[in-house]
């Protein structure tokens, strides 16, 4: 019992210190900005990378660290280095080719 206990409190933080490790999408939002963030469907298209959804209310510190400005705002990450930031207009909603321009990227890393 006292060994799940530990797992389940661990979890968070190795997950959280693994975020961007390797090619991983991380989407930064906010619970009520759900209308407005990339959504499963969209996410199940990008092919090749982790993806994460990680909330200011949840991880706020994190949010700072990654200097995190526009809601919603999508991060490439290639080996824990940022390689495409992209961010919201000012009606909150990420351009709609943002899942074409992840693509790209992950591919070009990819050597497809």
């Not at 999408?25 to 900005?33: C, I």
């Not at 660290?65 to 526009?70: D, G, P, R, T």
């Amino acid at each position: 019992m006292k060994k799940w206990v530990y797992i389940i409190i661990l979890l968070p933080f190795t997950l959280k210190a693994q975020y961007h490790d390797d090619i991983s999408v991380v989407q930064f939002s906010a619970k009520f900005l759900c209308h407005s963030e990339l959504s499963h469907r969209d996410f199940k298209k990008i092919d090749g990378a982790r993806i994460s959804t990680i909330y200011l209310s949840e991880e706020t510190d994190l949010f700072r660290k990654e200097n995190i400005k526009f809601l919603p705002t999508v991060i490439l990450y290639h080996n824990n280095k940022r390689i495409l930031t992209i961010e919201s207009d000012i009606g909150l909603k990420l351009p709609k080719n943002t899942i074409h321009h992840i693509q790209n990227e992950i591919d070009l890393i990819r050597g497809k």
